[in-house]
Structures are given as structure tokens and as C-alpha cells.
């Protein structure tokens, strides 16, 4: 607690021990009156200078102002009916205040809870400097120094590790629990927390520019973006209070006056006086108005542990309506790496074809090259190979122990003049040539990553209608991966431009309510992921253009997190619904009741902070999103 | 121009009131309270000295809320 609520506590405590007291007290008339306003004055001074500070600046309906009209009213309709029982007026005035310390305390306590959930930023940076490691600014760093980062310490700008070797526990940043190796030569990124050896980093970036300030920035602000929830509340409190009051007033003159003038009854005004100021007692808006917020950044910060960064709450909720999701293909669901996967129709051995695969492409870097010599795995002597010749988009021709191959496409064989068996398999596909006769084929693809089915059923579970693949790929190789996947559609052969205008086709399809997200790896799509209701980004850790393009960054490049994000939206949407008709209901219904003059001041009081504090326990739920 | 300010206020609908009260100074573009995060983003209209803005616009928050603060 700060210092303000502990003397709020206080004055809480002494006003309370004050109205006990003077309860045995037997004291009469005028000075029972008197003695009655010093823990009313204790309890609820601070309410009523406000209020008449509200006056004076013309803005008349705030909550001080109804508490206090509520209040005074009450101790007014007390001196006059002679009853003596003010205990009422001040015990509404005290809960009140109870309320107004514990919303106080709640937000304090989950604003320190998110931050420390999110306490990434790295303090100093480890110069050495003469033999002695020197702590400085990680600001004041230049791009290019060595910092020296040890075992427990958080790496605090990227860079490149120049030496040691150690393990690195990213879960800040991914929400990754397993630990990542890292060795000398490998790039690091600000955030990781090292675990073992001490490593030496060459910075590659500024601290402002590096994957944690980035990070930080991002989330700190996401709340400031705010939902449509959002507005509607803080319109609804800007309507609700007057109208309350207005109500409050007419209840507290027109049946009184049509008792009188209509019926020929008494008027009863104490008793519509009274009612009218329970109006006023239930007419503060804080419980919709704390709550909705809360929620929203206990949401976020949530699902920024998780490795889920939202850009703002109003893309929280367009997540939360998510019906649509279309997916890149490479490096999305597929891991965009190449790899060999079956050999077909040979003629000789196996690993005797890949042998000479290898051997005839050992000189190209080339992508699919590369694969063929990974699959291969064994050193390549490369003085077994001679005349090499890369016929460009067809393949290449080699000599190797003596005889000639010829490993390429379709086109190569056409070349070459040597019939092939077409392959029903989706992939590239390398037709392989010894000695002049056709000798088989190897069928290299992109893998699907592991989790890519499950991320795909998980995302049905979750409510989501339709999932659509997008890819630049040949039909065989989309449809087979769509199929594998269980998608529900593909579009294949599609260049970037294509893929924002397929995009777009679908946004005019659907309805408004049902939200599209497109997901992909922020490389050369972040156009699409603007054009999408909403764009997430995947494995975005270091990648600048993805967290700046994206409204939901994916920091691993788990495809099942797309699920997640969007249960977790799910689950903070809910409370939010839940809060406001929950807040709403029940403050009709009292409204109702204290019309009714069924309920009065003290139900009201309780309705009042009752109502504020289930908001607010129900609004920190958002923050627990582990196990969804 | 944006500039984010560092706030101090009780409770969050004055808070909105807050918001409500600089979107409506003259030189404010736009403006968004944070009240989880106690920070006041200001959009300034073109050619509008931030400092002297500001000032209304802590004037017109204390008119609403007369116990908040803004840091500038």
C-alpha cells in the first residue's frame, strides 16, 4: 500500500471504531447530531470537498457529487424525522470509501503483478574494460562493442555471440520453457536469459532498436489502443450518471406530487426523498469503468507471458471474433526448409543414387542442392567429380567416377533426350540420369512443421469456421499439404499481389461480424497481414518488419500458439462480457428495487462496491491464460 | 506530433474524464488516457507547441478531476 491508502486505511478504521462507539453512546438531540458528523467529516471529507470543487468548475455530475448529495441528504431526512439514526448516511459513506481504497489497491497490485510478468528490460550491459567488467546504460552502448553477458544475466541488446558457448532460457520472450544452446557465431537476441557460460557478444543493433525495447514498447502502449468494449463504457458512464440523477430526481418529485394532487394521499416526500437518494448511492459507474480496462491489460499481459504479443485491445477483441484464419504456407506451416523425402523408380540403390546426386551437385548453394547433400550426410570427395556444367533452371550434368549424370527437372530430360517417369508425388521433383539411361527420381519438399495438424484441429476447436492456405507453390504441393493438414481450402500458384488479392476476395465474401486473420512468417507478406482484419505474425523474434507490420505477434513459430492467442482472446472477451452485464444488471436491478422502496441505502452501498469488487477479482482472471 | 506523458489519477472513469477533457483543448489533435499503464498520449496539431498546450490541458483536467496530475 502507498502512503495514500494507508492513511485512507486509517481514516477508514478510526471513523468505523468512531460509529461503534457512539452507537452505546447515550446521547440525544443536537449534540447526537454533532457527535455523529465527526466520523461522518473523518470518513468522507475528501468526497465532499471535491464535490464542491465540481461545482465551482461546472461539472456537476461526478461520483463525489452524488455521495455527497446521497450522504447529506440521508443525514438531513434524519434531523428531520428526529429519528437519530444516522448511522445510516455514514456507514453508506464509509463502504464507499472501503470500495474506492480497494479498486485503488486491486489496480496498483495488478499494474506491479503485469509489469513484473513482463520485467524483460535488462538494467545494464557488462563492458570490459581493462580486465574489469564495467556495468553501464545499455542506452550508451554503440553498435559493434563487445558486451560481456554472465551466467544469470539478461542479455540485454542483440547481437552476435563472438565467444563462449551457453544455454539460453528465451521464455520471456517465447513463452518457450524449454532452454535453447547457443555458440559463438550464432545471433542472439536481447531478452534470453543465460543460463551457464559466460558469452561475448558483439552488438549488432541499439538498445532502442533491439528485440527487448521493441517488445517493451509494444506492450506497454497495447492498452492505449482501445476496444469498441472500451468506448462503449466510458459513453455509458458519460449517459448513465445524469440519467441517474435525473431519475433520482424525478423520483424524488413526481409520485409524491401525484399522490397528493391525483389521489388526495399524503405526499410522503421523506419516504421519495430517501428513495431518490438511494438512486444516487448506485449511480457511480466505477465498477463497468475499472473492470473493462482491467481486464483488458491483465489480457494482454497474460498473453504476452505466453509468447503472444496483441498490439492493442481493440485487436484483442477483433481476435476474439475470429472465424476465418488464412495461413501462409512456407514458414508457417511448413518449416521452409527443404528436405529429401522419398525416391522413386530407381534403379539402383538408394544411397548409390544420392551419392551421385550429391557428388554431381556438391558445387551448387542452391537450396535444393543443399538438401540433396544433407540427405546424402556423408563428406563428398569432391575429386571424384569433374566437368560440372549448371544448365540454369534445369539442372545440372556432371562426370563423376567416370560416368556421366544428370540430375534436373522434367525440361533436363526433355534436354537430354532421355525418357522419365513422371512423379505423382507433390514436390519438387530431381530426375536422375547415370550413364545415359534413366535411373529414378528423388522427391524433395518443404516439411510441415510437427504441430501444424494439431494447430489446424485446435483452431476448429476453438471456434474458428474456415482455415485457408495460401501459397506461391505448385497445385500437387499446396493440395497435398492443405489435404495433410485437414484445410479447408487452398490457393496455390499465387505471387504476393495474389495472395492480397485472394485476401481481399474473402473480406468481401464474409460477413461483417466473422473476422479473417491471415497468419504468416512476416516475410515479404506484410501486406496481407495489413490488409486482414487482423495479421499475425509467426517466429518473429529479431524480425523487424514483422512486429510492424502485425497487430498480434507470434514470438515463436509454434503454429498451435494461433490457437492459443486466439483462446486467450476468447477467454478476456468473456470476462469482459461478463463484467459488463453483470455491472449493468445488477445496478438496474437495484435501481428497480430502490424504486420500489424495497432496497434501501445500505443494499445499495453494498450492491455498489460488492459489484466493483467481483468486477475487478473477475477482471484479474484475464491474466491466468497458462493452461488454455 | 505524439508525446506520451507520465499521469497521476485515482480512479478510472476520472481517468476518461481526463481523456475527454484534453481531446477537447485547443492545439490537441487527439489523446488517449491510459489508465493502466498512468500514461496521457497527445496528438498536437500541426505548429503547436507541446509545452504550452499541455498547460491547458492540465487545467482542463483539473477542472474535471481536480486530483490528478500530469507530468511535463
Redesign the interface.
Known amino acids: 500500500m502507498n502512503k495514500k491508502q494507508k492513511k485512507m486505511l486509517m481514516r477508514i478504521l478510526a471513523a468505523a471504531v468512531l460509529l461503534i462507539a457512539l452507537h452505546f453512546l447515550p446521547v440525544t438531540g443536537i449534540l447526537r447530531f454533532l457527535c455523529y458528523l465527526v466520523p461522518y467529516f473523518i470518513a468522507g471529507y475528501d468526497i465532499l470537498l471535491?464535490a464542491g470543487?465540481?461545482i465551482k468548475?461546472r461539472?456537476v455530475f461526478?461520483?463525489n457529487f452524488l455521495m455527497a448529495v446521497a450522504t447529506a441528504g440521508a443525514i438531513a431526512i434524519a434531523l428531520y424525522e428526529q429519528s437519530g439514526d444516522y448511522t445510516e448516511a455514514i456507514a453508506v459513506m464509509l463502504f464507499y470509501q472501503v470500495g474506492?481504497l480497494f479498486?485503488?489497491y486491486a489496480?496498483g497490485k495488478s499494474?506491479r503483478n503485469?509489469s513484473e510478468l513482463m520485467d524483460i528490460r535488462p538494467d545494464y550491459a557488462n563492458i570490459e574494460q581493462e580486465g574489469n567488467l564495467e556495468k553501464v546504460d545499455p542506452d550508451e552502448v554503440e553498435i559493434g562493442s563487445i558486451i560481456v553477458v554472465q551466467p544469470g544475466e539478461k542479455v540485454p541488446i542483440d547481437g552476435v555471440i563472438v565467444e563462449g558457448s551457453s544455454t539460453l532460457n528465451t521464455s520471456a520472450l517465447t513463452g518457450e520453457s524449454l532452454p535453447r544452446d547457443a555458440k559463438a557465431g550464432d545471433e542472439i537476441v536481447s531478452g534470453c536469459i543465460n543460463m551457464t557460460g559466460v558469452l561475448k557478444i558483439q552488438t549488432t543493433k541499439e538498445f532502442g532498436e533491439s528485440t527487448v525495447s521493441k517488445i517493451l514498447d509494444l506492450v506497454?502502449?497495447a492498452?492505449?489502443r482501445?476496444s469498441k468494449s472500451e468506448d462503449f463504457i466510458?459513453k455509458f458512464?458519460?449517459i448513465y450518471t445524469p440519467a441517474v440523477c435525473a431519475s433520482a430526481l424525478a423520483l424524488a418529485v413526481l409520485p409524491p406530487l401525484v399522490r397528493m394532487f391525483a389521489f388526495g394521499l399524503p405526499a410522503g416526500w421523506e419516504d421519495w426523498i430517501y428513495r431518490a437518494l438511494t438512486f444516487l448511492v448506485i449511480s457511480c459507474?466505477?465498477a463497468l469503468?475499472?473492470s473493462i480496462?482491467?481486464s483488458?491489460?491483465a489480457g494482454i499481459g497474460g498473453a504476452s507471458k505466453e509468447g503472444v504479443l496483441v498490439k492493442g485491445s481493440n485487436y484483442l477483441e477483433t481476435l476474439s471474433q475470429t472465424k476465418i484464419v488464412v495461413f501462409d504456407k512456407t514458414g508457417t506451416l511448413t518449416q521452409g526448409v527443404f528436405e529429401v523425402n522419398g525416391i522413386h523408380h530407381n534403379e539402383m540403390e538408394e544411397e548409390k543414387l544420392l551419392e551421385y546426386a550429391a557428388l554431381a551437385e556438391s558445387a551448387s548453394s542452391h537450396p535444393i542442392s543443399k538438401s540433396i547433400q544433407k540427405a546424402y550426410g556423408k563428406e563428398l570427395d569432391r575429386s571424384r567429380v569433374s566437368q560440372i556444367q549448371e544448365i540454369s533452371g534445369n539442372g545440372v550434368t556432371a562426370v563423376v567416377d567416370g560416368r556421366t549424370v544428370a540430375a534436373g527437372n522434367d525440361k533436363l530430360m526433355d534436354h537430354l533426350g532421355i525418357p522419365y517417369k513422371s512423379c505423382r508425388s507433390a514436390g519438387t521433383i530431381i530426375h536422375m540420369a547415370v550413364g545415359g539411361h534413366y535411373a529414378g527420381h528423388i522427391v524433395i519438399s518443404d516439411l510441415v512443421k510437427p504441430h501444424s495438424k494439431d494447430a489446424v484441429a485446435a483452431l476448429k476447436a476453438a471456434g474458428v469456421k474456415k482455415t485457408v492456405m495460401l501459397t506461391g507453390d505448385g497445385r500437387k504441393v499446396g493440395e497435398q499439404v492443405a489435404a495433410s493438414l485437414g484445410l479447408d481450402e487452398v490457393y496455390s500458384e499465387l505471387l504476393p499481389d495474389g495472395k492480397v488479392e485472394k485476401v481481399e476476395e474473402m473480406l468481401r465474401q464474409k460477413s461483417e461480424k466473422a473476422k479473417l486473420a491471415f497468419v504468416g512468417d512476416g516475410i515479404n507478406d506484410a501486406p496481407v497481414l495489413r490488409r486482414a482484419d487482423i495479421g499475425i505474425a509467426m517466429g518473429a523474434m529479431g524480425s523487424d518488419a514483422a512486429i510492424e507490420a502485425a497487430d498480434v505477434v507470434l514470438m515463436d513459430d509454434d503454429p498451435l500458439q494461433i490457437a492459443k492467442a486466439i483462446k486467450i482472446s476468447r477467454k478476456c472477451l468473456g470476462i469482459v462480457y461478463q463484467n459488463i452485464v453483470f455491472a449493468i444488471g445488477i445496478k438496474l436491478i437495484c435501481l428497480l428495487l430502490g424504486a420500489l422502496g424495497i432496497a434501501n441505502m445500505w443494499l445499495a452501498i453494498f450492491a455498489d462496491v460488492g459489484v466493483m469488487i467481483i468486477a475487478v477479482l473477475n477482471a484479474i482472471r484475464a491474466l491466468f491464460v497458462k493452461n488454455l | 506530433m505524439k508525446k506520451t506523458y507520465k499521469i497521476d489519477v485515482d480512479c478510472a472513469n476520472c481517468a476518461n474524464k481526463m481523456e475527454h477533457a484534453a481531446k477537447n483543448t485547443a492545439g490537441v489533435k487527439d489523446a488517449t488516457v491510459n489508465f493502466m499503464t498512468l500514461k496521457m498520449i497527445v496528438e498536437f496539431e500541426e505548429g503547436q507547441e507541446p509545452k504550452a498546450v499541455m498547460q491547458d490541458v492540465l487545467k482542463n483536467c483539473k477542472k474535471v478531476e481536480s486530483d490528478c496530475e500530469i507530468f511535463f
Open positions: 471535491k470543487k465540481g468548475n461539472q461526478d461520483e474506492e479498486q485503488s489496480v499494474r503485469i506497454e502502449n492498452s492505449s482501445k466510458s458512464a458519460r459507474p466505477c469503468v475499472i480496462p482491467l483488458f491489460f
